[in-house]
């Protein structure tokens, strides 16, 4: 027997599964059995939006003197970035722009307001965020919030707030709470 030098026989090679074939076996295999362990995607973190601020004795102070009427202003810093967080007694400012209104309901509570655009225009920066979730947990007159921060964007129920800006003007009412501006002083008849 002599063989002919040259090239060795060809393999015969197995057939590949085409991309659209692959799709359909993973979308019935998702269907049965779920993605797998290097499928799966994380669990999104819960963050405390928040937290941070509601014991911090500066943000303490700040809340006092915006029930009592009276000035605070302290600094942050988020992302080598330095805001300044303020009120005069009617508004808290973040970086000298308007974030809260109070409006005066009775002689006892005042309406607490959004301002929606400036929310939304620093809706990146962290300390603003919990700014936000910090003053709305704070009272607790305001109930359970309907403003909530997902994806990086407020959402105001089931629309974001850029969306109620065009809509409903900037102004969002979120409530009221109690404040101590007025004294109660027992009235006193001359003697």
Not at 97 to 106: A, E, H, W
Request: proline residues 5%; hydrophobic residues 35%; charged residues 25%.
């Amino acid at each position: 027997m002599t063989t002919t030098p040259g090239k060795a026989p060809k393999k015969v090679k197995e057939k590949k599964q085409t991309p659209a074939e692959r799709q359909a076996l993973m979308q019935w295999n998702h269907m049965m059995y779920g993605p797998t362990a290097k499928e799966a995607r994380p669990v999104a973190k819960k963050v405390n939006f928040g937290a941070s601020y509601l014991t911090h004795p500066k943000f303490q102070a700040l809340m006092t003197a915006l029930v009592k009427g009276a000035h605070y202003k302290f600094d942050v810093t988020d992302k080598a970035k330095t805001y300044t967080i303020s009120t005069d007694g009617d508004h808290i400012s973040f970086d000298g722009k308007v974030i809260f209104y109070t409006r005066p309901m009775n002689r006892y509570e005042d309406h607490l307001l959004l301002d929606r655009a400036v929310a939304v225009q620093y809706q990146n920066v962290d300390a603003l965020v919990h700014l936000v979730f910090a003053v709305l947990r704070h009272f607790p007159d305001l109930g359970a919030p309907k403003l909530v921060f997902l994806n990086h964007q407020f959402y105001y129920g089931a629309d974001t707030l850029e969306t109620g800006v065009a809509e409903q003007g900037a102004n969002l009412l979120l409530g009221s709470y109690r404040h101590n501006k007025v004294s109660d002083k027992p009235k006193t008849y001359g003697s």
